[in-house]
């Protein structure tokens, strides 16, 4: 049975009985005074001592200690107690003494205790006493050999415990201490000095001075050395079982919480509780905590030193935890900031003591841990929620010496079951409001080094749930590419290194090495309705005219947890193009199911005009979300602009060198052709279309290099995988090595990324805020700077509309339709630009594409503008920018390797360049077609794509069509018949 105990500490009422119980005993009053007994009675007898109960708990005694060398003898002894602290008589024959090591350390009876002794020169063990099913905490002896020349002391000869010299210094390496000793004469300067019992006695001795109390004492002032200074041989060898470290747990005595098997059960005020907030406009926190923690740790630790060298290191905490906690906050007054809170549930040490205890003796705190981000402007706040949550981890290093100098390795695994949440979150009605709010609240655990002297944070772990919520007004939302109103409860863990780590290995090696213990993990668990498109037809309309808004929500998106379907109504907005006007409602929609996703809203529009302006948008989608309505109705979440259908959006399908990717209606991602270099992200040894493994989300669009491929999810982080450091380095693998599975490229996760471009060497990624970023080797500087890595590196723009990757170039859109350009100049390709000033000689530009060697703009008429490379021009004539003759109603314009694609108005594509492998598609097998032509066979295309050596194009029934080299299987996963394409032929893949 696990004991729980329910302790509520209310801060005005316990501060009330201590200030009672202050005035009764000033006044003379309180229960311990009794009336005055009268002359001659004197006092009343003391009663007799109470009777001991029966045994509760066992201790042995000494906790642990150093033996040096194997003739030493130490003396052990067992009592017991009861429920109250009062001593029992153990019976010898129920008793039972146990070494984990006899070959190491043995344990033997004599007379009426024990007696250990070192049976090896070297070695540790763990000492068990039990009678019956009553278990003492363990002990842990360990034999070793001291430098030569050490001083040993024992407990008996320390007259006063140690201090630090300076206390307000962190622990480490040359940190001092002071300790007054006896019988040890006047050790020298710079000899080391171990203690053999329990206290934390060792160092280099810094000074050494009689004592001015005492003729036979002696002051000494230590410093911290590493343990190879120490020791010559030792092997440290400690494994605790989750049993051992539970009954080694001692809980926060602040709150006055009992422990059961496993098992912490505490319910205090939050005053409790300590929070360091990073605003001084933080005028009130208040509220009730109620935790329950379940753990089953085990500790593995190895220190072995030969010669004074550290052979072996390891220090790892594995395990399960599991917790539930109902936790309610109340912020008052103006926030701008936030505030980390941290409940101390209690801590295990492990018993190791000696002159190792300053080292080696960890501590594995047990905390429940919640943190409150905010940018708020109310006045009252409310966040309650219960949270249940699970996690299995395994986290520490590992040391192994080798002749080249030995390789310190980071150990860490998180598995996290999904939290179960019911949460409650109060917000203002204010539509001027504007709130953003984060709440996390999990488990936390850590691995210090160290003793109440020297104390170091290794590790930390955390784990728990998080829920994060913005509001705020229509028109802010709307017009502020930054600020998105939703909400999202995620799962998060993360393992990481503490403040003190590079001390920590110092102290255990005698030098500091690198190590990356930083591990995260996060899940997605139920968020607020998200749009995969909302769009109309037309990107300009009349007074009078319908103008229909389609709106596709994410299938995943539309579930939350506890609620189920959370669509109540779709609504559109309008955004005046006037400073301070409001955000008109247009139009709305109610589901008609439990299920629904896709809406069709109709307005007849009242004037004529236009989806954006200048880039800008006019139109956007809001929800009104179920579970929170009545706020919602006022402040809706955001479902993002309205895009115009006739203008094209890129990016459902693309090709790499070997392979195809494409976007389904539901947001998965499949592939297929070659798994060479690990392209398709899944099995590489099919190559049929399948689906791509490890996404974490939906996602919107998808690009792909020469032996890469990158999708963008729906919430605006980039996923990439395949081969080389243009995605190992991007995505923190490094190296030229394969990425099998999606890994999250290192973009800031709190930047959301819009719009992706890849080309053979890099990619470009445009965020809300109309930045640029980069990845891959920018060799030709077409990241704005020359370097042959491949790491997120933000470019140098701003105020951007859309970006266009090339071989060895990058195209830059600008907000108000200018080009800029960056990169290798050879072919013309810049535009003779230099960069990064616009490309001369062009009108307004609304969406640009770039090939290996060519540049192409589509200007706001439909027609297309190309420079460059003369293979792939479109035109004859020089590389300077110039309109393509006779190429009108272009609504969307791709690029290949060395090909160029542009979408009709009526569906059709046209295609010209270099036709090798027929990858131009419009039937000539061969050479460089120089004028735009239509290909054959395409009708009703909603988007086409040019790969490195084949091209790709998307009916509106979501039929992928494919043309140009087959031999690895990109047109359709088969690599036998036909080896290429002249043609469009359907893939067999289907969205």
Known sequence: MINQLNVQLRRLGLIGALWLTTLLAACGGGSNNATPAGPGMGPPPAPPPAAAGPLAR??????????????????????????????????????????????????????????????????????????????????????????????????????????????????????????????????????????????????????????????????????????????????????????????????????????????????????????????PALAALTGELEVKVDRELSLDHQLEIVNGSVRNARLIVSGNYSGSGKAVMNLGATVTGGVGCELELGAIPIPITGPLSAFIAPVIPIRFKAELGAQIQVNLFTVSAEIKQSAQTRFGFEWKASSEGGQLEGIKSLTLSDPEVTRNVSFPTDASARVKATLFAGLASGLSVGNALVKLDAIELTAGPEFEAKFGGLADAASDAVYTTEYELKAKAAVGPGGDIAEVIRLLLGSSRAIDLSLKWERSIGKSPGATAVSTEKSTFNAGATVRFDVELNPQSVNFPLVGYNVTEVRIYRLPNVAGASAEQIAAATPTS??????????????????????????????????LALITGILPFELGPVFARDVGQQGLVAGSGVSSIAVRANGSVITWGSGDGDVLGRDASNPLPGLVEGLPGPVSTVAAGGWYSVALLADGQVYAWGWGNRVADATAQYGMVTVPRPQRVQIPQSTRITQISTRYFHSLALDSTGRAWGFGPSRWGQLGFTSTFGDVKQVGFSNLRAVAAGERHSLFLTRDGKVLALGDNEFGQLGGASGPVPVPGLPAIKAIAASSFGSYALDETGSVWSWGDSTVLGRTGNSAPARIPGLTGVKAISAGNYTAFALMGDGTVRGWGDDTYGRVGVGAGGGVIITPTRLPGLTDVVEVNGAEFHGIAVTRNGTIYTWGRNDLGALNGRRDSPGFSHVPMISGANR
């Not at 250990?116 to 000492?127: D, H, M, N």
């Not at 307005?603 to 579970?627: I, T």
């Open 58 to 279: 066992i201790e042995i005694s000494p906790p642990g200690g150093l033996l040096v060398g194997t003739t030493e003898r130490r003396t052990l002894s067992i009592r017991g107690f009861d429920a109250n602290g009062r001593e029992v008589q153990i019976p010898d024959t129920e008793l039972s003494v146990t070494s984990s090591s006899p070959a190491s350390i043995e344990v033997n009876r004599s007379g009426n205790g024990f007696e250990i002794r070192a049976v090896a020169p070297v070695g540790t063990a763990v000492l068990n006493a039990a009678v019956g099913t009553i278990r003492a905490k363990p002990a842990v002896f360990y034999a070793a050999e001291p430098v030569a020349g050490a001083v040993l002391v024992s407990d008996a000869q320390v007259r006063a415990a140690p201090v630090a010299v300076d206390p307000s210094a962190r622990g480490g390496l040359g940190w001092r201490y002071r300790v007054t000793l006896t019988g040890v004469g006047t050790p020298a300067a710079g000899s080391i000095l171990l203690g053999t019992g329990t206290l934390p006695i060792a160092g280099r001795v810094v000074s050494s001075t009689p004592s001015t109390t005492s003729a036979n004492e002696t002051d000494v002032v230590l410093e911290v050395v590493a343990l190879p200074a120490l020791f010559r041989n030792m092997n440290m060898s400690l494994q605790l079982t989750p049993e051992q470290t539970n009954a080694l747990f001692v809980p926060n005595p602040r709150l006055a919480t009992n422990t059961g098997k496993q098992s912490t059960h505490s319910k205090v005020s939050l005053s409790a509780i300590e929070c360091k907030g990073d605003s």
């Open 594 to 627: 439990e299920a629904q996703t896709s809406f069709q809203i109709n307005w007849v529009a009242d004037r004529a005009g236009s989806v954006d302006d200048a880039g800008r948008p006019n139109f956007f989608a809001f929800v009104v979300e179920k579970p």
